[in-house]
C-alpha cells in the first residue's frame, strides 16, 4: 500500500518508487492544498501527487535530478523531526530543560527545514560557532516556564560542547530506531559521525571522613537540617543529588531495607533498587518525622492540601518525599527539587573546603570497596551501567593497588634514616629566620 498513516504525527503519508527513486511526504492535496484526515482523501492526494511527478519527469527527462519538487524526496527530512521526537521522548526526565535548551540552539544554527543528511557538513561550522558563546547560568524560569540564564564572561567550555552534540546524535539515533518510522526507515540518515572534543578527565575526590564531619557541623550551624540528611544519605547509599530530593515513602521498603527508584527518577532512566544501611536508615526515620508532621497539616486544611496536590501530586501519606525542606522549624514543609543548591555552597563557604557533592559517591564507591573489596558489588550498589566508570573511583582504596606497592617496599628495601642531611645556605637561613619572624 502506498500510503499510510503516522500514528506519531496523526497525518497521512504516501511513499512509493518511480524510475527506481523513492518518493515519501504527507498526504496534501497539489491542487486545493488540503491536508488528508481520512484515507480515502489520502489516495486521491497520493494519486494527484504521483500524476504531478511522472508529467514532470516525462516533460524533462534529461534533468530529472535537477528537477525542484515542493514534495518530500529521498533523505530529505527535516531536521525539527528528529529533535522534536527527542524532545517527546524526555519529557518525562529531569533533563527536559537542559534538552529543550540544546534543541533550541541547535535549530536556530541549522534551520528546522535542514535535511537531516545535510547536517554532518556544517558540524565543524556549528563547533566553531558553539566556542565562541559565553558561558550561561540557569537561574530559574519565568511564567510561562522558560528557562531564564545569567550570561557570564567566560566562554563556552569543550564538555559543555559536547553535551549539545550528544542531544543532536541521540535524536538521529532515537528517531531512526521509532517504531512508526520503521516503512522509512531507509531514508532517514545515519547519525553524524564527529569525533567528540577532548576534554581533560576530572578523577573523582573522595571526601574524608573528617571533613564530612565537619560538613555535618556546618549544615546544623546553617540550620539546613535537611541537606544534612540528605548528605548522610547520599554518603552511606551512594545516591545522586537528584535521586536523593525525589524518594517518595511508598519507595522506601523498610523491613528488606532497601528503595526502590523508578526509571524517571534515576540519570540512566532505568530503575534500579538502593540497599540501606543502619545510618542511612536513622537518617530516612528522621525525614519521616518531618513527613508526619506534613501529614498532620494537610488533613487539616483542605485548601493546602489541594495546592500540594496540583503541585507535588501529594494524595497519600506515602507520596511525600523523604527529603523536605523546613527553615528554622516555622512554616509549612515542602519537598526540594534539588539538595546541592544553595544550602550546599553556603556550607562549603563556611567551611571553606571545595567539593562537590557528586563527590559523595566517589567516597561511596572508594569505602566499600576498601571494606569489601568487590569491584562487581559497587558497581551494582552505585547504578553504573558500565564498569569503567566504577573503576574512576576506585583507584584510592583499590586493595589490590595497595598489596602491589607494599610488595615494592619489601622487595627493595632502602635505608632511609642513612640519607645525609641537607644542607642549607647562609642566605636562605637568614630569609627563612626573616619569614619566621
Not at 526509571?263 to 542511612?280: C, M, P, S
Not at 573489596?373 to 573503576?391: N, R, W
Not at 634514616?417 to 619566621?436: G, Y
Amino acid at each position: 500500500m502506498s500510503v499510510y498513516q503516522n500514528k506519531q504525527r496523526k497525518k497521512w503519508c504516501y511513499a512509493f518508487n518511480i524510475d527506481s527513486e523513492r518518493y515519501t511526504g504527507y498526504c496534501v492535496n497539489p491542487i486545493t492544498q488540503e491536508i488528508a484526515t481520512t484515507k480515502r482523501d489520502a489516495l486521491k492526494a497520493e494519486k494527484l501527487i504521483r500524476a504531478e511527478i511522472e508529467q514532470r519527469i516525462i516533460t524533462d527527462k534529461s534533468k530529472k535530478e535537477e528537477i525542484f519538487l515542493p514534495l518530500p524526496v529521498a533523505n530529505s527530512i527535516p531536521l525539527i523531526e528528529p529533535i522534536t521526537y527527542r524532545l517527546e521522548q524526555m519529557q518525562n526526565l529531569a533533563s527536559f530543560p537542559s534538552a529543550k535548551t540544546y534543541a533550541k540552539e541547535i535549530l536556530e544554527f541549522f534551520g528546522e527545514a535542514t535535511p537531516m543528511d545535510k547536517v554532518e557538513d556544517r558540524i565543524y561550522l556549528y563547533i566553531e560557532y558553539s566556542k565562541k558563546q559565553n558561558v550561561r547560568v540557569f537561574k530559574g524560569r519565568d511564567k510561562n516556564g522558560d528557562n531564564l540564564y545569567e550570561v557570564k564572561p567566560e566562554l563556552r567550555g569543550e564538555k559543555s560542547i559536547n553535551e549539545y552534540l550528544k542531544f543532536l546524535t541521540k535524536a538521529y539515533r532515537e528517531f531512526k530506531a521509532a517504531p512508526e518510522n520503521k516503512k522509512i526507515k531507509h531514508l532517514i540518515p545515519d547519525a553524524p559521525e564527529f569525533k567528540l572534543l577532548k576534554t581533560p578527565k576530572r578523577v573523582p575526590t573522595p571526601i574524608p571522613y573528617n571533613i564530612t564531619q565537619t560538613y555535618l557541623e556546618a549544615f546544623d550551624d546553617a540550620l539546613h537540617a535537611h541537606t544534612r540528611l540528605a548528605y548522610i544519605i547520599c554518603v552511606q547509599t551512594g545516591m545522586r543529588a537528584k535521586e536523593c530530593a525525589r524518594i517518595r515513602e511508598r519507595q522506601y521498603y523498610e523491613a528488606e531495607r532497601y528503595i526502590s527508584l523508578e526509571a524517571e527518577q534515576t540519570k540512566t532512566a532505568t530503575g534500579r533498587y538502593v540497599h540501606v544501611n543502619d545510618i542511612a536508615h536513622q537518617a530516612l526515620m528522621e525525614c519521616r518525622k518531618i513527613g508526619d508532621y506534613l501529614w498532620e497539616i494537610l488533613k487539616q486544611y483542605p485548601h493546602l492540601a489541594a495546592e500540594y496536590q496540583k503541585e507535588y501530586s501529594i494524595t497519600a501519606r506515602g507520596d511525600i518525599n523523604f527529603i523536605l525542606y523546613r527553615r528554622k522549624g516555622t512554616g509549612v514543609p515542602r519537598p526540594v527539587k534539588h539538595v546541592a543548591t544553595t544550602a550546599w555552597k553556603t556550607t562549603k563557604k563556611a567551611v571553606g573546603i571545595d567539593y562537590r557533592w557528586h563527590d559523595t559517591r566517589a567516597a561511596f564507591c572508594s569505602d566499600t570497596l576498601g571494606a569489601d573489596g568487590d569491584i562487581d558489588a559497587v558497581k551494582k550498589l552505585a547504578g553504573h551501567q558500565d564498569i569503567q566508570t566504577t573503576q574512576k573511583y576506585l583507584n584510592a582504596q583499590d586493595p589490590r593497588l595497595k598489596r602491589a606497592v607494599n610488595k615494592l617496599a619489601e622487595h627493595r628495601p632502602l635505608n632511609v634514616e642513612a640519607a645525609k642531611t641537607i644542607k642549607i645556605s647562609r642566605k636562605v637561613e637568614r630569609a627563612l629566620q626573616q619569614n619566621a619572624a
